[in-house]
């Protein structure tokens, strides 16, 4: 039994077959861009067949409304009479899977066309993710962070509010591994990321920064001096013991914290205020955390 590939057409000319050895179309048909984008909001196919009547038209298709969302969401395939190799690079560039030439897609062509471009899909999400996500956690990487940063001071500079940055070094991570091996310490890692997100709102976000240290974007603040308050709690959950190989395993940490806008309206200005916040903290008990109006002032020691 072949496997069935849920399809959105857009164009008049609609394919007529459902079934090929490369899988079974289901098809649904709109006959405009219009109709699609209108589609694409109430679900996401796997695949996006989109048939122009001449190169003019496939042209604009970069320029469709709902194009970013269509090549993020689905593998998008184009039909067009004779597309030239100039076309066909230009929407390759801008996300397209495969570009056919509408003289030449009988239904055996689009089946197999539809399903390798499904599985090129497929391939670049899992390098996406790869690229993106620390592999030993799962959380996103410094890469990501410096992405969301971006999107997140776009978007206070639109609607100001205070957001906060923590960067949390961890020391007692090469003391596991030295004593109970390399899975014993990835597993502290992860426990700690687990414990980190435990304390933090849905809407807040934890990124792996160095095998050393986490990231926290705190996204919205009701006041400034709520992140600090955020650190310090973060500082003494991360300090309570951990099990880890039947053995307890117990960390230090140092926290830095940066305030949008008041520490820096870029991501990379505030990320070097954390760094520096957190550098100036380590070595100072089992807890240190950098108040970003006392730089290296105060230091929060947790007695055993």
């Given at each position: 039994?072949?496997?069935?590939i849920?399809?959105l057409?857009?164009?008049a000319?609609?394919?007529q077959?459902s079934d090929?050895?490369f899988g ?13 984008q ?5 679900s996401?196919?796997?695949?996006i ?11 604009t ?17 184009v039909?067009?009479?004779r ?8 929407l ?6 495969d570009v056919l030439p ?5 239904d055996e062509?689009i089946?197999?066309s539809l399903c390798l471009?499904?599985e090129?899909?497929?391939?670049e ?9 620390d592999l030993a956690?799962?959380?996103p990487?410094?890469?990501q962070?410096m992405?969301?940063l971006h999107q997140?001071c ?8 205070p957001?906060a940055l923590?960067?949390i070094r961890?020391e007692?991570?090469?003391?596991t591994e ?10 502290l ?7 980190l997100?435990?304390?933090l ?19 919205r603040?009701?006041?400034p001096?709520?992140g600090d308050?955020?650190a310090?709690?973060l500082?003494q ?8 190989s039947?053995?307890?395993?117990v960390v230090?940490?140092?926290?830095g914290?940066a305030?949008y ?8 200005e ?14 100072l008990g089992r ?9 290296g ?8």
């Open positions: 039994m072949t496997a069935s849920s399809v057409h857009v164009g000319d609609a394919p077959a090929s050895r079974r179309c289901v098809w649904r048909l709109c006959p405009t861009l219009e109709a699609a209108a589609a694409l909001a109430e996401t196919p796997e695949a067949l989109i048939s122009c009547v001449d190169e003019e038209q496939a042209k298709l970069p320029y469709w409304a709902a194009w970013t969302q269509a090549v993020l969401a689905a593998a998008v395939v039909r067009t009479p597309p030239s190799r100039e076309l066909m690079l230009n390759l560039r801008a996300g397209v899977q509408s003289e030449r897609s009988d062509s089946g197999r471009a499904i090129r899909k497929r391939q999400h899992e390098l996406r993710r790869a690229w993106s996500i956690t799962g959380l990487n410094r890469v962070l992405e969301l997140l776009a978007l206070r500079e639109r609607e100001p509010a957001m923590l960067v961890v007692g991570l090469a003391t030295a004593r109970l091996g390399v899975a014993a310490a990835q597993a890692r992860r426990k700690l990321a687990v414990r997100r435990s304390g709102r849905a809407s807040d976000v934890v990124s792996a920064l160095a095998p050393d240290a986490f990231a926290v974007v705190l996204t603040l009701e006041a001096q709520d308050r955020v310090l709690k500082s959950m991360l300090c309570e013991p951990f099990m880890v039947a053995q307890t395993a230090t940490v140092s926290t914290l305030v806008p008041s520490d820096g309206r870029q991501p990379e505030m990320l070097k205020t954390a760094l520096s916040a957190a550098a100036a903290r380590r070595g807890q240190g955390f950098a108040d970003r109006h006392e730089r002032v105060a230091a929060v020691a947790n007695d055993d």
